[in-house]
Nanobody, 112 residues
């Protein structure tokens, strides 16, 4: 049974940091590009960052470049998203994705 379980979301003030984690099971994690998406209320789901399976090549949305860092640990079947200098507009549900699999999402709220 494939599972992607996100954690680490919460409420943070503007300028703060959060670290999201996604633990995968039920498939060969090391063979998949891993992606974080987010969806804000009333908006379409958008790609935030991804990391390749082979050489850890990363890709970021322009809106998060320089603030967010994606990383993976194939030994722990985990992909993480370090989010720094958070802005109100980063508020969204963040989802972990691999192939055709999706996690349930974790809420990130940036508010003073």
């Amino acid at each position: 049974q494939v599972q992607l379980v996100e954690s680490g979301g919460g409420l943070v003030q503007p300028g703060g940091s959060l670290r999201l984690s996604c633990v995968a099971s039920g498939f060969t994690f090391s063979r998949y590009r891993m992606t974080w998406y987010r969806q804000a209320p009333g908006k379409e789901r958008e790609l935030v960052a991804d990391i390749s399976a082979v050489d850890d090549n990363t890709n970021y949305a322009d809106s998060v470049k320089g603030r967010f860092t994606i990383s993976r640990d194939n030994a722990e079947n985990t992909v993480s998203l370090q989010m720094n200098s958070l802005k109100v507009e980063d508020t969204a549900v963040y989802f972990c994705h691999a192939g055709q699999y999706w996690g349930q999402g974790t809420q990130v709220t940036v508010s003073s």
